[in-house]
């Protein structure tokens, strides 16, 4: 790999990562959807969905406070599709509901979850 700029090399792994959402098993497109959302702290709103290509793909990302690692449900309302990904570190723009306290963490509807 070429050495890039530091603001370009980050473009381009951002859009080799939105290229990814359209390609590969239906796995690896939302993993990849769910680390940008959770890691790299894009919003979902931002996100289109790896399935249907809606709009309308909402996350709920729960885990500890402090280390802010925990597990992330992701999903799309319009397909009812998504993924279930535990271990995750959520990136300071991500919000992060604390597990200690189960009433805080909303509901996700019953979606069908992918699977590698
Ligand atoms: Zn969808």
Redesign the pocket.
């Given at each position: 790999m070429k050495k890039k700029a530091k603001t370009k090399a980050k473009a381009e792994a951002e859009a080799e990562a939105e290229a990814e959402t359209r390609t590969g098993s239906a796995f690896s497109r939302w993993s990849v959807l769910a680390g940008r959302i959770v890691s790299a702290g894009i919003r979902p709103e931002e996100a289109s969905?790896?399935?249907?290509?809606?709009r309308?793909?909402q996350c709920v990302v729960a885990g500890d406070t402090v280390t802010r690692v925990g597990y992330a449900r992701c999903w799309?309302?319009?397909?009812?599709?998504g993924i279930h990904v535990s271990r995750v570190r959520a990136a300071e723009g991500c919000p992060l509901h604390s597990w200690a306290d189960p009433d805080a963490v909303p509901d996700t509807p019953l979606f069908h979850e992918v699977h590698p």
């Open positions: 969905c790896p399935r249907c290509g809606s309308t793909v799309c309302a319009t397909c009812l599709h």
